[in-house]
């Protein structure tokens, strides 16, 4: 069974920076994987944020980033606000299965 | 504009079945592919399969595979997803996702609650 792993928690300052991670039991993650983003607020559906990677939807914030990093799918904030205090999922393509991460709680302290 | 209306809440015994409707609108229904994905409460999300708007492809996830069947309504562009077999584990919100090419993932509804209970 295929198992996708995040940080289950992460904190960072306001105006800060940081990365959260989406690996694999199968290996190294890759563009193949299609890695899509999702932030959820709670009791709201979840949020698009980044598709293929890297790419970004028309209303992700710029302050947003995706991107391969040492073997797993990233998303990067920078210059953190308030608002983006929130759980992020990643989801992963394995050829005819989507599985998705178990979630970063994001805290903004 | 784009817009994935699903149905409403529902409570329902176990043994029992489910139907969920997922209505749109906005674009060109048979061109996209429809994702259901669930969640429990407190927990993850869970792909549950999908349905292309021709109908002509659907796969249900291993886990799902026997108790889900998904369909669709060119006539009034929804997709539904129905589940049997409930017991209190399927208690969770259902979500319906639009895929426009290549695992974007990009509208959902609004969720709709299911609840499981005697």
């Known amino acids: 069974q295929t198992v996708v792993t995040q940080e289950p928690s992460l904190t960072v300052s306001p105006g800060g920076t940081v990365t959260l991670t989406c690996a694999s039991s199968?290996?190294?993650?890759?563009?193949?994987?299609?890695p899509n983003w999702f932030q959820q607020k709670p009791g709201q559906a979840p949020r698009p944020l980044i598709y293929?990677?890297?790419n970004k939807h028309s209303w992700t914030p710029a302050r947003f980033s995706g991107s391969l990093l040492g073997g797993k799918a990233a998303l990067t904030l920078s210059r953190v606000q308030p608002e983006d205090e929130a759980d992020y999922y990643c989801?992963?393509?394995?050829?005819?299965?989507?599985?998705f991460g178990p979630g970063t709680k994001v805290t903004i302290l | 504009q784009v817009r994935l209306v699903q149905s409403g809440a529902e409570v329902k015994e176990p043994g029992a079945s489910v139907k969920v409707s997922c209505k749109t609108s906005?674009?060109?229904?048979?061109?996209?592919?429809f994702h259901w994905m669930r969640q429990a409460p407190g927990q993850g999300l869970e792909c549950m399969g999908w349905?292309?708007?021709?109908?002509?492809?659907?796969k249900y996830s291993r886990k799902f595979q026997g108790r889900v069947t998904m369909t669709r309504d060119t006539s009034t562009n929804t997709v539904y997803m129905e589940l049997s077999g409930l017991t209190s584990d399927d208690t969770a919100v259902y979500y319906c996702?639009?895929?426009?090419?290549?695992?974007?993932?990009?509208?959902w509804g609004q969720g709709t609650l299911v609840t499981v209970s005697s």
């Open positions: 906005g674009f060109t229904f048979i061109n996209y592919y």
């Open positions: 293929s990677t890297s």
């Open positions: 996702a639009r895929d426009s090419s290549a695992v974007r993932f990009d509208y």
């Open positions: 989801l992963l393509y394995y050829g005819g299965a989507y599985v």
């Open positions: 199968t290996g190294a993650v890759t563009s193949g994987y299609s």
């Open positions: 349905i292309n708007g021709n109908g002509n492809d659907i």
